[in-house]
């Protein structure tokens, strides 16, 4: 079976650094996606890590241990529009498809 | 605009009814994905198609069903619904760019069942 844990919310002041945190556990790991999601709206993609270290694009960064399970996504410079849920996900490479696997997500807010 | 293509966007209907989903994938992914988004449970997987072939099921009951046709478009089948089946319905598609564009979704169908 597969568990993802990520908190259930977090709060930060806009021009900050957060960082949220993600685990793992799977029969079988083959990526690591984050995506971003407002209210209603359709999850976007923030980044992919298949190896361990960290992926920098912008002001979001994202980091995979493998043998930990773990993985997080840093957002700098926080701004109010950053103020949504995070989704890690992780596609099971023991699976016959290559589905993703959805954490419950973390609700970030950002205030000013 | 994401490249996948949702209709219709918001779809309220009877208990008992029986309704149908579309998605068009974005141009040249083979993989479509569907998953039910409900506030308490997150986004949750419920079957891949493939090049018109089932790939892979999650939590999909019984009364749904999916089928991606020639073209690559895919249907979502919901029967009998209940109360509970009220969710937000994403359709999603990948292909060989996934490392830089990940699985793209559709802006979804909100069902209301009443």
């Known amino acids: 079976g597969q568990n993802i844990d990520q908190p259930t919310e977090m709060t930060a002041t806009e021009g900050a650094i957060v960082q949220i945190n993600c685990t793992y556990q799977?029969?079988?790991?083959?990526?690591l996606f984050w995506y971003q999601q407002h209210a209603g709206e359709a999850p976007t993609f923030l980044s992919y890590?298949?190896?361990?270290g960290l992926e920098e694009k912008g002001r979001f960064s994202s980091f995979l241990s493998r043998s930990k399970g773990y993985s997080y996504l840093l957002l700098k410079e926080l701004q109010m529009k950053d103020s949504a849920s995070y989704l890690c996900?992780?596609?099971?490479?023991?699976?016959?498809?290559?589905?993703?696997?959805f954490g419950k997500g973390t609700t970030l807010s950002v205030s000013s | 605009d994401s490249g996948v293509t949702q209709t219709p966007k918001h779809l309220i209907t009877a208990t008992g009814q029986r309704v149908t989903l579309r998605c068009s994938p974005r141009?040249?992914?083979?993989?479509v994905y569907w998953y039910q988004q409900s506030l308490d449970q997150g986004l949750q997987f419920l079957i891949q198609?493939?090049?018109?072939?089932?790939?892979a099921k999650g939590n999909i009951l019984e009364r749904f069903s999916a089928q991606q046709f020639p073209d690559l478009h895919s249907e979502l089948n919901l029967s009998s619904l209940e109360l509970g089946d009220s969710a937000l319905y994403f359709c999603?598609?990948?292909?060989?760019?996934?490392?830089?564009?990940?699985?793209?979704f559709g802006s979804g169908t909100r069902l209301t069942v009443v």
């Open positions: 996900a992780v596609r099971d490479g023991n699976q016959a498809g290559t589905a993703l696997i």
């Open positions: 890590n298949v190896l361990d």
């Open positions: 799977t029969s079988g790991f083959n990526g």
């Open positions: 141009s040249g992914d083979l993989s």
């Open positions: 999603a598609s990948s292909g060989k760019s996934e490392a830089n564009y990940g699985y793209t």
């Open positions: 198609y493939y090049n018109g072939e089932e790939r």
